[in-house]
Every structure is written in structure tokens, then in C-alpha cells.
């Protein structure tokens, strides 16, 4: 990124007294999908979790929900990771707690739509992950959640700029990213990139944020970009992208990602790319239920 | 109860757990041979399907089921007997809307661009298996809407083929009723369609651009006389075919496609180990196989 954009987007970031923290209850759980698992500490998130009394309770309040019907009542955070598994909760937890404190204004972009995207690519990346034996399936599931913060931010930074790029978008029915560059002059991967710096969130994570939209010009965790970028892809082809028409013709094969992956994965060459396809509407299906579960919320439909 | 589903009358379903794993182990044995995927949510479709056969057979669960489909001796007679099932009642107009979508707002405009480039204003579609015509006469609506905007001044046609000769004595006349319009918007039915008593019936400017033919999709010499194709619409025709018949229908195919040409199978056919010289493309909530053009670039186009 240009150095003088960075240092102008970090400021003007910097300045904005609604750009929501990260909450305490989020750290344990960021540091456990940016790093290593050897480091995961089920105690701390547990603790941490169970500490929030707002978002334990909301997260109970899922776990109980038709979505993850249970024939036992689920009654406390430690429960509920017995009989859902860490990766659940951990995915409801996260529901809980970015869906409120990062809401696009509705008039532009329904915030539901943009965390619909959010979560399908989070779960495309950790299936597509797993798929290819890509060593860290988790911390893709972040990146995949969190490749888009940007837009929040420019939301924020300047609504009647982010308003037209929208609007842009949706009527010439071009990317989001084509038309905050035409509109704006950056874009949402700049800002998330400073935003996440802003929040310590792991390299790999803000690198996928930079760089999701152009995958070959990224720096070291290339692999993590390159399945973000891919996973965002077959979304956006799979009726999760941004609630509009995008008349892309898609050959995921060529792309620049597809080749790196190649490069270091060999099993991406025996894929059945048609099956992987048709199987990610399950996914979609997942994170819809679980974003209008979350939606569906006393607090969040004020 | 008797229930009325398509035109087949059916039973006291046996019973029906689409929990049931052994369902997705039929799946997996329906893909395998056909290349028709059942997404899990989806399931349920299969499960339905796979109980019409069932009460036929006096089979009760699942297991005995995907025993009589994988180790009786008559297993590719009920496997035939299943695809049946999966597809009937799959026939209507505007079947597919991402599909239409894609060639309206993707294919054809792409097409139309590079072969101006090449000073070409001709465009030649297939419905390869039309059955009894409600894809040629979707697509044949399809391409008139644009013929005062993006195809003022090209031709058009499409050849309907099929190897049914009685499907294709109903397609000629081109009547169809409720069940087959159940997905077709209004506009089209007031601008290509008359009122026939309880039906419709196509109108000469639809049927002046499609002309039917019986082609069996296995005769080689049949195949090599369709040529210079730019979009060929193949959907739920191959699920029929073994592997080997299906890779030489699919080879046909790429000879009868220009350089650029598309294929469009049923929304959740795949052409896996079967054919290499395709590219698989994706366009939104939908796929295509993609005939590279001579001057390649890839990517997303």
C-alpha cells in the first residue's frame, strides 16, 4: 500500500470516536485462531466467554436455538462446548460479538446481507482448507470472517463517498472493490488493513484483508490470501455475495490463487471442483441460518 | 392417501428419514454414475425419489434399498429405474433462471462481442435432448426479447433434437398447460403465446427460429453434422449414459462448439472424469463448460 495512504487512512481512522474496540471476550479466541494451536487454551476462552454476561447470554440463547437443536437444555458456556464442540461455540461467539459492534448503515448495505457474506466465506475457507490440507483451516476461517471489514470502516470514514460506490456497484452491477477504487480512490482492503492493525488482529488475517482482492501481490501468508480471495469468489457465484447481480464468468482455475495454491498443495489438482461447488450451498444455507439467528435478537433489531 | 405428483400416482410412502445415512451413501452412488449431486439440504428431493422406487420394490428402509441399487443382479435396471424418477416432472419453460440469467446477461453479450469482432452476426443454439420442447421454445423466447436491442440485425436459430419421435411430434406443436408454464412470467406468455382452452400454444415467431430433429446423441455420423454451435444446452440427458458413451457424446460436443462456445448441463451435473477439454466456468448460482477460445486469457472474464 502506498505509504502516505496508509499513514492518511490509519489517521482518519484513528479519529473516528464510533469505531468500535475489540472486546476483551474476543481476544483469547484471536489469538487462538491467528497462532499456532499448541498455544490453545479451552480454559481462557471459556473464562472469557463466560465473563461477558451480554454475550454469554447470547450465545446461550443460540446454542439453544433451533439452528443446534439439542435435546439438552445448554445452560452454560462450558455446556455448551461439550455438546456443540469448540468450533461452534467459537463461531457463535463471534456471531455474537462482530455482528452488533460492526453494522453497516441498513440504508446503503443490509448488515445482515454483509455478515451472511462474512460467515459463507469464513466456512468456504475452512472447507476449502481442510480440502486441500492447507496446515491452519482456523485461522482461514478468520480471515474469511474478517476480509471485509473494510467496508464497515468506509462506512464510517465517509458515508456519502461509500454510499455512491454502492450505488455504483449495484447499478453498472461491477465489484464492490471496482467501484470504491473508481468512487472512493481506495478501498475496503486498505482501511481493513489499518483497522486491523488498529486491533493486533494476527499478520496472516490483515494480510488476507489487504490483499484478498489482488492475491498475487501478497507479501508472505500468500497461501491464506489465495484462499480467501478464491472462497470470497465462490460466494459471490453461489448467491452470498452482496445481495446484486455480478454478471461474472468465473474460470477458478486460471485465476493467480489458484495456480499459487497448486504450486504448494498438490491435492488441489485431483479436486472435483463441480462437487466442492454444489456442496458449498450447505455452508451457505449454515451461515444464513446462523447470521438470521444471530439478527433475530431483541438488541440488534433496535 | 394417494398422492398426485407430476403424472405419477404414488402410495403410502414407506418411511422416510432423510437422517438416515444411508441416504447419503445413495447419493454418492447417484453422483457417481449419473453426476447429479444432492446437496444435503436437498436431500429430501432424493429421499422422495427414492421412496416412489421403494414402495414399488416393497423395500421398507434405505439400506435395502442401496442394496437392491449396489449388489442385486438387476442393480443398473433400478439404478435406470431411480434417475427416472430424479428427473421426471424437471420439464417446464424457464427451468433454470440463473441459467437464463447467465445467457442473457453474460453468455450473449460475451458471445455476440468477439464474434462482431470476427464480423460474424449469426448466433446457433442446441437443445440437445429437447424432450417435448419446453427448453428450445425458453430459449427461443429468450433470444427474440433482444432481437430489436443487443441482436438487431444478427440470425438466430436453434436446433431442437431428441431421439423420442413422439416427444418431438408434441414439441412441433408446441401446446402446453399449467405445469409446464408453472415457472413462465406473464410477459412472455401475452407475447408468445395464444390462449388454447386450458393451455397455451406457441406462436409462429417462437417456432420460425427452432427447427426439431430426431438425433441419437450416441451416432457418431449423426454428431459430426451439428457443427458451428455457439451455446449447446444439454440438461439431464447424459445422467442416461455410461461413462464411456458419455465421454464420446461430450467430445461430440466440443467439435460441434465454436472456439468460445458454451455447454450448460442440469443445474447440478458435472462433467468430472469425464471430459478434459472443457473448462468448468462459473457464473452466479450456476455452472458452465467453456469451449477455450483460440486466443485464451482465462481468468474471469
Known amino acids: 500500500m502506498n505509504p502516505a495512504l496508509h499513514k492518511d487512512l490509519a489517521h482518519r481512522i484513528a479519529s473516528i470516536d464510533s469505531l468500535p474496540t475489540v472486546p476483551a471476550v474476543m481476544r483469547p479466541l484471536l489469538e487462538m485462531l491467528g497462532g499456532s494451536h499448541d498455544t490453545m487454551d479451552l480454559e481462557k476462552v471459556i473464562e472469557a466467554v ?21 435435546s439438552k437444555v445448554v445452560d452454560s458456556i462450558r455446556g455448551g462446548v461439550l455438546q456443540l464442540g469448540l468450533r461452534r461455540v467459537q463461531e457463535i461467539v463471534m456471531a455474537c460479538t462482530f455482528c452488533p459492534m460492526l453494522r453497516v448503515k441498513k440504508i446503503v448495505l443490509d448488515p445482515a446481507i454483509f455478515w451472511r457474506h462474512s460467515f459463507g466465506c469464513a466456512l468456504v475457507c475452512r472447507k476449502f482448507s481442510s480440502l486441500i490440507d492447507y496446515p491452519d483451516p482456523e485461522q482461514a476461517y478468520l480471515a474469511g470472517l474478517l476480509h471485509d471489514i473494510g467496508f464497515q470502516v468506509n462506512s464510517l470514514i465517509d458515508p456519502e463517498g461509500w454510499k455512491a460506490a454502492v450505488h455504483k456497484a449495484v447499478s453498472d452491477g461491477i465489484p464492490l472493490y471496482d467501484a470504491e477504487m473508481a468512487i472512493l480512490g481506495y478501498s475496503h482492503c486498505e482501511t481493513g488493513r489499518a483497522l486491523a492493525e488498529q486491533w493486533q488482529l494476527p499478520v496472516a488475517v490483515a494480510e488476507a484483508i489487504e490483499f484478498h482482492q489482488v492475491s498475487e501481490t501478497a507479501a508472505e501468508h500468500g497461501d491464506v490470501v489465495a484462499i480467501v480471495h478464491l472462497s470470497d469468489l465462490f460466494c459471490r457465484m453461489r448467491n452470498m455475495g452482496y445481495g446484486y447481480y455480478e454478471p461474472l464468468c468465473v474460470d477458478f482455475t486460471d485465476d493467480p490463487a489458484w495456480h499459487l495454491l497448486a504450486g504448494h498443495f498438490r491435492k488441489l489438482a485431483s479436486m472435483d471442483l463441480a462437487l466442492f461447488t454444489f456442496e458449498l450451498d450447505v455452508l451457505i444455507e449454515e451461515a444464513q441460518k446462523l447470521v438470521d439467528e444471530v439478527f433475530s435478537s431483541p438488541t440488534l433489531a433496535a | 392417501m394417494v398422492t398426485q405428483v407430476g403424472n405419477v400416482t404414488i402410495g403410502e410412502p414407506p418411511v422416510r428419514d432423510t437422517t438416515d445415512p444411508d441416504y447419503l451413501k445413495i447419493r454418492d452412488v447417484v453422483y457417481r454414475v449419473s453426476g447429479i449431486y444432492h446437496p444435503e439440504t436437498k436431500l429430501y428431493l432424493l429421499a422422495e425419489r427414492c421412496s416412489r422406487r421403494m414402495q414399488a420394490l416393497s423395500v421398507r428402509t434405505p439400506a435395502e434399498y442401496l442394496e437392491h441399487l449396489t449388489q442385486r443382479p438387476n442393480r443398473e435396471a433400478e439404478l435406470r429405474m431411480l434417475l427416472n424418477e430424479i428427473t421426471i416432472g424437471e420439464t417446464c419453460m424457464f427451468r433454470s433462471m440463473p441459467q437464463l440469467d447467465a445467457l442473457r446477461r453474460i453468455i450473449l453479450p460475451q458471445t455476440i462481442e468477439s464474434k462482431t469482432k470476427l464480423g460474424y452476426r449469426r448466433l446457433r443454439l442446441w437443445s440437445a435432448g429437447c424432450s417435448t420442447g419446453e427448453e428450445p421454445y425458453t430459449l427461443a423466447m429468450v433470444l427474440l426479447e433482444q432481437a430489436q436491442t443487443v441482436l438487431k440485425g444478427w440470425t438466430f436459430e436453434i436446433a431442437a433434437t431428441d431421439l423420442n419421435e413422439r416427444s418431438l411430434e408434441t414439441a412441433a406443436a408446441g401446446v402446453y398447460g399449467d405445469y409446464g408454464l408453472r415457472n413462465t412470467p406473464d410477459n412472455y406468455k401475452r407475447r408468445f403465446m395464444t390462449p388454447d382452452g ?33 451455446i ?29 462456445g458454451y455447454l450448460l448441463l442440469g443445474a447440478s451435473e458435472s462433467l468430472f472424469q469425464v471430459n478434459d477439454e472443457f473448462r468448468l466456468v462459473h457464473f452466479p448460482q450456476g455452472t458452465a463448460y467453456w469451449k477455450p477460445a483460440l486466443s485464451n486469457t482465462g481468468g474471469t472474464k
Open chain 1, 50 to 70: 463466560s465473563r461477558d454476561k451480554t454475550i454469554s447470554a447470547q450465545v446461550l440463547r443460540l446454542c439453544n436455538s433451533a439452528l443446534f437443536s439439542r
Open chain 2, 198 to 230: 386450458k393451455n397455451f400454444r406457441m406462436n409462429d415467431e417462437a417456432k420460425s427460429i427452432i427447427t426439431f430433429s430426431r438425433v441419437n446423441l450416441q451416432d457418431d455420423s449423426k454428431m459430426l453434422f451439428m457443427k458451428g454451435m455457439d
Open chain 2, 232 to 260: 449447446i444446452f444439454c440438461c439431464n440427458v447424459l445422467i442416461y449414459f455410461d461413462g464411456a458413451s458419455k465421454s464420446r457424446v461430450i467430445h461430440h460436443f466440443f467439435s460441434n462448439l465454436l472456439p468460445g
